[in-house]
């Protein structure tokens, strides 16, 4: 990732340039507001593109419009070949012209048009904007092209004076096929070289955003596989119904000062949003990624930074996405093999079980890079859906952005409140969730946790339930009741719980019971040894267990861990972070 003002220099003169193109380009657009009912009917705002050429890509578009009941009117089979990568002279044939044309003809929108008049080495051309539109969202599924690769001979023919004004490092013709749709009800008024100035940017009224402004809120419906990309609807819908239930993660990289502590701001904000909200949150301000054994249990946020490929507990076989989560990491290609289940990370994310991810297909500078921080923001304190946010977050379109995930996709679309009444009424297990980040709430209001303790105890779910136990466990360890906070942890474990979730507690529990009760760590420590053998840390538990054996004069124990030590230790100790042979 590169900041998009590296240097003292870009930081003034280049900054003016682009600040001074934006400004003239909004000048020339004339940008004008009209308020929607960003609410109303949303399933009939929605355009839905596909491939004309692909079965699956057709049977993804009849999926989620069967799913979201979208009428039939709305989607649109483009003659566009599948892959990756699009040239900028198709995409205007075969996507911007075609839609124009079909929008029209259906009667989802009316445009005005003017005449730009030819000039010698220049031909005229038609100048589209939006007057009414039907339609707010685009959806485009699976297949569809998502790159406009830069053609260096290619001649824009028109707003030259913006385009010259640009920073040299931003006087490019590719980008996304998804910041190009962005804003089609403008057509033939923006340069195709160069970022544009995203007016919603940081936005607060949601119900702006929409062709008659300017902009239609575009997504993907996309996954290395048209079977992934089915399961984003179903996941999403099941979000809805249950909320976004799981824990968040943040990795940030401890930065302070310099040009790129940008992308910490984001992820603070990120942190600070998912605790407000009662999420479990988990920050690591390393300047590495987060390591491969750090507890990934039910995650339902993860926001971080800057590896070039999937790392950390991303490579474990088994990623515990919850339904509906979110997940971003920052990395300039991060969406450049966007259909890849190996590379970068949007394509590994959604196969790990994401369901909303966003990334750039090339570099992008990272003052123009989604800000992550707005976009969970606007989802969770405005309750926007995912279309609404993604085009609240991007500082430009017509650059490198793609947002993969069904646009009417509401995670908090109902208060906190209602899912905790609909849940009970419904005998619904996510009750568990809904307690669980009404007690992170309150105490991170101050409230006294003897009092939420007492009420957490008195939920007849939290006698069944792993997770509650869990929490009762740890608010009792923060209270510096060990006894009690061991008896609810083993609770917890002896209910179940999900692989990382048991993990994690049970090294918890093993660092209570170390201070008041040795022979009970040894036991749990050998429990964890048991069901997680090929633990990447493993051999520090064996450690912990093969010390406390020695403390307690167990020799026979002792000298059993040890060989296990010796067996699992690499042969080469010289190699960072191996674990020396047991003493």
Known sequence: MNSGLPSSARGTDCQRSLRAAWLLLALGLGWWWVSVESHADEAGSVLV??????????????????????????????????????????????????????????????????????????????????????????????????????????DPNHLEEVFKMLPAHLQRNEGSVDGELALLPLAGRTTAWGPVRNPMYTTTNLSVIHPTNGVFAVTRIDAPTSKMAKALIDKSLAAERDGLNGRAYVDMRGLTAGSYVTGDLWLTNVATVARRHGYETVVDISPDTMSVAQPFAQVAVYAGWYAAGIDGPFKLPVV????????????????????????????????????VTL????????ELTPNIGLFVERLADQRANVGEAAMACQPVLSWQTVVIGDPLYRPFGRTFAELESDHRAEKNPALEWDLWRKANRQLLERRDPSE?????VAQPLSGKSALLSERIATVYAGLSQPQQAIEWGQRSLKRGGSPQQRGALMRRVAGWQKKVDPKGAMATLEQFAREFPGHPEILVVLQEEFELAQSLKRTTEAARIKSMIETLTPRSTNSPGSTPPAK
């Not at 979110?326 to 394509?347: D, K, M, P, T």
């Not at 990334?359 to 990272?366: A, N």
Request: charged letters at 25%; hydrophobic letters at 35%.
């Open 49 to 154: 593109l596909y491939s004309r050429q692909s079965v699956e890509s057709k049977e993804v578009a009849d999926y989620y419009v069967s799913k979201r009941n979208i009428p039939t009117n709305q989607v649109i089979g483009l003659d566009v070949p599948l892959g990756d990568n699009i040239s900028r002279p198709d995409y205007e044939r075969l996507f911007q012209e075609e839609l124009i044309r079909q929008l029209r003809d259906r009667g989802l929108m009316v445009f005005a048009t003017d005449i730009s008049p030819s000039k010698p080495g220049r031909p005229g051309r038609v100048l589209y904007r939006a007057l009414y539109s039907k339609v707010r969202y685009i959806a485009i599924c699976w297949g569809l092209p998502y790159r406009i690769y830069h053609d260096p001979n290619y």
């Open 452 to 456: 939420v303790l007492q009420e957490l």
């Open 359 to 366: 990334g750039c297909i090339e570099e992008p500078y990272l």
């Open 320 to 355: 515990e996405f919850m339904p509906g989560a979110i997940a971003y990491h920052l990395h300039s290609f991060s969406a450049f093999a966007l259909r890849s289940q190996e590379a970068n990370w949007v394509g590994p994310l959604i196969t790990k079980g994401a369901t």
